[in-house]
């Protein structure tokens, strides 16, 4: 009873400091066009299990800014036990800081867990078109997953400075969560293709999630990920 109490109050107590930290970061930084630097850049997906690194496929993002919108498209091409697969998502989103979503294109190929569908925002409902048809609420400064991974290339680079948004949208799945805090931890030199690169490491944690690293060149070039501690994407040079 003793220690079932003991773990009752841990719980307790971490969940006070992680509404504290929430409460204490700075809201997302406003859109600024001027310092967009995304363009198209091609990663390389890597899946490391007990230390040994495996190299599943890639990923290229594109971006287009136009009018009111930005236009984010994600193409995934990998091979799981030999067989090929492929995800292409679509996001046109509004200008703002959150990326607020507007539409969503995704045509997924080889497996079930890659779905094809479309989906619509108007008003804060979101009207889901393919295998799973429905609604569902989008509430107001939700962040897609696709989305972070351009605006953490513009959070200023401040060490120990932290930012927040209080939902997050894992748009392939259609599976929304809340309270993400990412954090700028400081100036870190990484190696890719055996070049050290110099970079700034920022955190993200929130919605239950293992913590996601982000390392982003002085540029705002991003450079490097690493998801649930073993999926790595790395940004492909030449």
């Keep these: 009873m003793k220690n079932k109490t003991s773990r009752i109050l841990l719980i307790f107590l971490v969940s006070l400091m992680g509404n504290s930290i929430f409460a204490e970061a700075k809201l997302l930084p406003d859109f600024n066009p001027e310092t967009v630097d995304w363009g198209t850049h091609r990663y390389k997906i890597t899946l490391i299990k007990n230390e040994e690194k495996i190299e599943m496929g890639s990923v290229t993002f594109r971006n287009k800014l136009t009018g009111n919108r930005v236009i984010l498209t994600d193409e995934y091409q990998f091979s799981i036990e030999a067989i090929p697969m492929s995800l292409n998502m679509t996001q046109v989103c509004l200008k703002d800081k959150y990326l607020s979503l507007v539409r969503i294109d995704c045509k997924g ?90 970079c700034w490491k920022i955190s993200q944690n929130g919605g239950g999630i293992t913590e996601q690293l982000f390392w982003v060149t002085e540029e705002g070039i991003l450079q490097r990920i690493l998801m649930d501690g073993s999926k790595q994407i790395d940004l492909q040079t030449g």
Excluded: H, W
């Design 109 to 198: 190929k080889g497996n079930d867990q890659f779905p094809t569908y479309k989906v619509t925002i108007k008003d804060g409902q979101a009207k889901i078109l393919g295998p799973q048809k429905g609604f569902m609420k989008i509430p107001e400064g939700t962040v897609t997953t696709m989305a972070f991974m351009r605006i953490v290339t513009q959070l200023p680079r401040i060490k120990g400075s932290t930012y927040r948004y209080g939902f997050a949208l894992e748009a392939n799945e259609m599976n929304l969560k809340k309270d993400y805090v990412a954090k700028v931890i400081g100036k870190e030199t990484i190696i890719n293709n055996g070049v050290p690169v110099k």
